[in-house]
C-alpha cells in the first residue's frame, strides 16, 4: 500500500458510534486516576480496576459497556501505543511535538503503511493521548505481553491487509524520535484535522534532549476519590518549518 487511495481519519480509525471519543478520553483518565490513588500500581489492571472504569463511564456519560468491553478497550490502548512507538523509531519521521504533527519523506511514508495497517490512524499527526499512553504502558505496564489479536474495530481498517509488527521491532532501542514531554493531566492533544504535504521541506524540528523521568501528576497524599479533569487546551501552536526546541 505504497498510497492512501482513500482518506482515512485518525477519529475513525480510533472511535465509532458505540465506543466515541468521549468514553476513550475518559477511560484513560480513569485508569489515570485509579494509577494516582493507589488502586493499580503495576502490571494489568485486575476486574475491580476494570469494573471501577465501568462504573465512572456509566456515572459520567450514561454509557454501558461490559466487562469485556473495557478489557478489550484497555487492550486496543495498548495496541495504538505499540504502533505509535514503533512509528516514532523509523528513521526520517519527525514528531512535532507543539502541533503533534507527524513529517517524513515518502519514501518512509510508504514503509509505514507497507509494514502495519493500523499506522494510517497516525498518517496526519500523533496519538492525541501520547503522553498517557506512554505513561501507562512504559511505567505501570511494562512487561505487557504483545497481542496478535486485537482488532481492528472500524470498517475503514477494511481498506488495508492486517499486517502484524514483529515483537523484535517494536522492544527495539529508543530513538531520539520518541518525544517525551511531561504527562499531563488532561487531554492536551486534539486530533488534527488539516491536511499536510508529505515531503521533506515540511519537516519540523524534533526534540532531542535527555528523556525525563516523568510521573504521574494526580499522584499525591490527599488525592480525592474523585479528580475533576481540567479543561482540555483547543489551541495549538504550530513549528512547522521552525529550526529550534520545542519548549517542554
Known sequence: ???????????????????????DNLLIDLLMELN????WKYGRPDHSAFNYCRSGMKSELDMNFTLPDVELRFDFLHKRYRVFSWMLRKHGLRH???????TAPVAVWDDIFESNSFSVAYQHCGDPRWNELKYLFTLVYPTSPISENVP?????????????????????????????????TGNNFDPCTRHRERDVSSECSVNTQPQPQ?????Q???????IP?????????????SSSEPQI
Not at 36 to 39: E, I, P, Q, S
Open 1 to 23: 500500500m505504497p498510497r492512501l487511495s482513500v482518506l482515512i481519519t485518525q477519529e475513525e480509525c480510533l472511535y465509532d458510534e458505540h465506543w466515541t471519543k468521549e468514553a
Open 36 to 39: 494516582a490513588l493507589g488502586d
Open 96 to 102: 512535532c511535538v507543539q502541533s503533534n504533527v507527524l
Open 152 to 184: 481492528d474495530f472500524h470498517s475503514t481498517n477494511q481498506l488495508v491487509d492486517p499486517e502484524i509488527v514483529e515483537p523484535a521491532c517494536l522492544m527495539s532501542e529508543q530513538s531520539n524520535n520518541e518525544v517525551v514531554v511531561q504527562c499531563p
Open 214 to 218: 516523568f510521573m504521574n501528576p494526580r
Open 220 to 226: 499525591g497524599t490527599h488525592t480525592p476519590s474523585r
Open 229 to 241: 479533569r481540567p479543561q482540555r487546551k483547543t489551541g495549538l501552536s504550530s513549528c512547522k518549518g
